[in-house]
C-alpha cells in the first residue's frame, strides 16, 4: 500500500531563518507530488506541484521554493522565512494524470515564525 | 476565477442527519470531491462526484448539479467523532490532480 511521510512534525524557526520541510511517498512510482498551506482556521492553498523529478509548477508568488531531487521525494525550502509564513504545511501525492479527485494527504508540519 | 463557497460552521447534535452545501464559480470543473479534517489532522479523502448525482458511502452521502454549480455532502447518524471540517473540492484536468478547496465547513456535532 501507499504511504506519505513528511517532518519535521512541527518547528519554531524565527524570522529570517531557512526552512525545510521534507516529503516522501512509499509504495508507487512516477506520483504527482503537492505542497499546500493552511492557514489557522482557512482553506487549503495549493503552493507547488510536480508532475516529474526536477519538474516543479509554483501557483503562488513567495518567498518559498520546492525542489523533486528524487521520484518519491518533495522538499519545500525557504532562504529568509517571514511571519506569514506561518501555517500548516501539506505535502501530498496523486497517481499520475486524472485519478478522480483524489489526492492524499501527509501529517502535515506546523511552522510557526516569531 | 475559481471558487467554492461553504457555510463557515453547522451545528447539530448525535443521530441526526446534516447537509453541507458547496456552490461553485468555475466552468473548468469536471469533478467535485469531498474530504474531512479533524483538528491538527490531515485532509482525508471523502467522496468524489464526477457525474450529476447522489454517490453513497456508508453515512456519507455527496451530490452533484453541474448545472446548478452546487453539490452538497449527507451526513447520516451523526456520531461525536464526525465533529471535524469538511472541505468541497473541484477538479480542475491540466494532466493532473489540481484541485481548488472550498472555504471549509466547521460541523460540531453535540450529545
Known amino acids: 500500500s501507499q504511504t506519505i511521510h513528511q517532518w519535521p512534525a512541527t518547528l519554531v524557526q524565527p524570522v529570517g531563518s531557512p526552512l525545510s520541510l521534507e516529503c516522501t511517498v512509499e509504495?508507487?512510482?512516477?506520483?504527482?507530488l503537492y505542497w499546500y498551506r493552511q492557514a489557522a482556521g482557512r482553506g487549503l492553498q495549493l503552493l507547488f506541484y510536480?508532475?516529474?523529478?526536477?519538474?516543479i509548477s509554483s501557483e503562488v508568488p513567495q518567498n518559498l521554493s520546492a525542489s523533486r531531487p528524487q521520484d518519491r521525494q518533495f522538499i519545500l525550502s525557504s532562504k529568509k522565512l517571514l511571519l506569514s509564513d506561518s501555517g500548516f504545511y501539506l505535502c501530498?501525492?496523486?497517481?499520475?494524470?486524472?485519478?478522480?479527485?483524489?489526492?492524499?494527504f501527509g501529517e502535515g508540519s506546523w511552522l510557526t515564525v516569531v | 476565477g475559481q471558487s467554492l463557497e461553504q457555510p463557515s460552521e453547522v451545528t447539530a447534535v448525535e443521530g441526526a442527519i446534516v447537509q453541507i452545501n458547496c456552490t461553485y464559480q468555475?466552468?473548468?470543473?469536471?469533478?467535485l470531491s469531498w474530504y474531512q479534517q479533524h483538528d491538527g489532522g490531515a485532509p482525508t479523502f471523502l467522496s468524489y462526484?464526477?457525474?450529476?448525482g447522489l454517490e453513497e458511502t456508508g453515512r456519507f452521502s455527496s451530490f452533484l448539479s453541474r448545472s446548478d454549480s452546487y453539490g452538497y455532502l449527507l451526513l447520516q447518524e451523526l456520531q461525536m467523532k464526525d465533529s471535524a471540517s469538511y472541505f468541497c473540492?473541484?477538479?480542475?484536468?491540466?494532466?493532473?490532480?489540481?484541485?481548488?478547496f472550498g472555504t471549509g465547513t466547521r460541523l460540531l456535532v453535540s450529545p
Open positions: 501530498a501525492w496523486s497517481t499520475t494524470g486524472f485519478s478522480g479527485n483524489t489526492i492524499y
Open positions: 509504495g508507487t512510482s512516477n506520483p504527482n
Open positions: 510536480s508532475v516529474g523529478i526536477g519538474q
Open positions: 468555475t466552468s473548468g470543473f469536471y469533478g
Open positions: 462526484n464526477a457525474l450529476d
Open positions: 473540492a473541484g477538479g480542475l484536468n491540466t494532466g493532473f490532480q489540481k484541485l481548488v
